[in-house]
Structures are given as C-alpha cells and as structure tokens.
C-alpha cells in the first residue's frame, strides 16, 4: 500500500487566481494520476503524471489551464489556474501500484468565489 | 467514448437486507476494480476482477465479472451501517492500469 497525503486539505479563492495542489507519497511510485470529483458526483481523470516524461492530459482538460509537475517518484503538483466557480470541485491524486490498483490521497476541497 | 454506466444511482436499504449494484461498459474491459468511498472521505481499493465469468468473495461482499467481460456486479447480504459510502466501479480498457474509466458510483444509505 502507500501514504498519500495532499496539501492544502481545502481551500477558498477568488476567481482569476491559481492554487496549487501538493500529492506526497512515502514511497517512490512510477505513475501518479489527477482526478476532479464534483460533489456528489463520479471520478474524471485530468492527467496522468509519469516522473521524467511530460503528463497526458485526457479529453477536456488542457496544459495551460491544469499545468503538473512531476519533479521526482514521491512528489507531484497540480496548478489550477485563473480560476473560476466552475472549478469548485475536489481535486484528487492517486498513485498506481503492482499495475493496476490506485490509492488515493485525501482531496483537496477547493471553493472559488 | 469508452463508458461505464453504472445503476442505481441510489439506493437505500434496512439494516440485514441485501444490496447490488451493477456496471455496464459499451466495449470489453480488460479489467474491472471496484472502489469505495465513505462519506468525507477517498476511493479506496477493493478489488480487481481480470477473467471472464469471475467471482470473487471479501467476507459479505460478492463481486462478478461477466462472461464477455462487459459488466460487473457488487453484491452486499446483510447490509450493516458500517456498508454505507458510495461504491464505484472503474473499467480498464487497455491494461495498462492507468486508464480508469469510473462509473458514476452507487450511493448507499442503510437504515439501523
């Protein structure tokens, strides 16, 4: 298994700002994924994030608006950027192990205004 | 688009009575995992199912592959609170497992 934890655990912003998301994991992993979960709503992808490798962005989500880094196998940040009320989600990452199950860090709850 | 539906939305049940929920993809999935996440919290891992027709079996919860790998199934007997969050399926189409396409999950309440 591993330990994800996720920096801010919440937070409020005004809209045309950009937050950026801490993922730690405590043990070096080859794959990290970024999720958005809307209240009450499924998982969507947003990228995934392969340390030495730039990340692939899925359907939808673009480098300029969701801008990641991948600087080593414990780490990675996720920059949500000029931000608007549609972005109010929680914003998930995960790390994939033995090639298939993901675990989960906590979330960060962003709220913009 | 590959899709995952996924049903009931929601569903409540008593204390004791059984559960189901069901994933239904448009295409063969390489795999299926099924997930839970509790109310405040994250997915979490349950299980992973690869074979054609395979069932697996975690204590009160049964889980099933179809036979053309296109749809699954969670079974809960005897539901207890503890049972309460929102299960997800995740369909793996290409085997890489870093493909997950997530249903829209199934959110549990049981009634004590």
């Known amino acids: 298994s591993a330990v994800i934890s996720q920096k801010p655990s919440r937070d409020i912003c005004q809209r045309g700002t950009s937050l950026t998301i801490q993922c730690q994991v405590d043990s070096q992993v080859t794959m990290m994924f970024w999720y958005r979960q809307q209240p009450g709503q499924s998982l969507t992808l947003i990228a995934t994030?392969?340390?030495?490798?730039?990340?692939?962005?899925e359907s939808g989500f673009v480098i300029d608006k969701f801008p990641i880094s991948r600087p080593n196998l414990t780490f990675s940040t996720l920059t949500v950027s000029n931000m608007s009320p549609e972005d109010s989600s929680i914003y998930l990452c995960?790390?994939?192990?033995?090639?298939?199950?993901?675990?989960f860090g906590p979330g960060t709850r962003l709220t913009v205004t | 688009g590959q899709q995952v539906m996924q049903i009931p939305q929601y569903q409540h049940v008593q204390e004791g009575e059984d559960f189901t929920t069901y994933c239904n993809s448009s295409t063969t999935l390489s795999n299926i995992q099924w997930y839970k996440q509790r109310p405040g919290g994250h997915p979490v891992f349950l299980i992973q199912l690869v074979k054609s027709g395979e069932v697996k079996k975690q204590k009160r919860l049964t889980f099933q592959f179809g036979e053309a790998k296109k749809n699954s199934s969670l079974h809960i007997t005897a539901t207890q609170t503890t049972d309460v969050g929102t299960y997800f399926c995740a369909g793996d189409y290409n085997n890489a497992g870093n493909m997950l396409t997530f249903g829209g999950g199934t959110r549990l309440m049981v009634k004590p």
């Open positions: 995960s790390v994939g192990l033995n090639s298939y199950e993901q675990y």
């Open positions: 994030a392969n340390q030495g490798s730039e990340a692939t962005y």
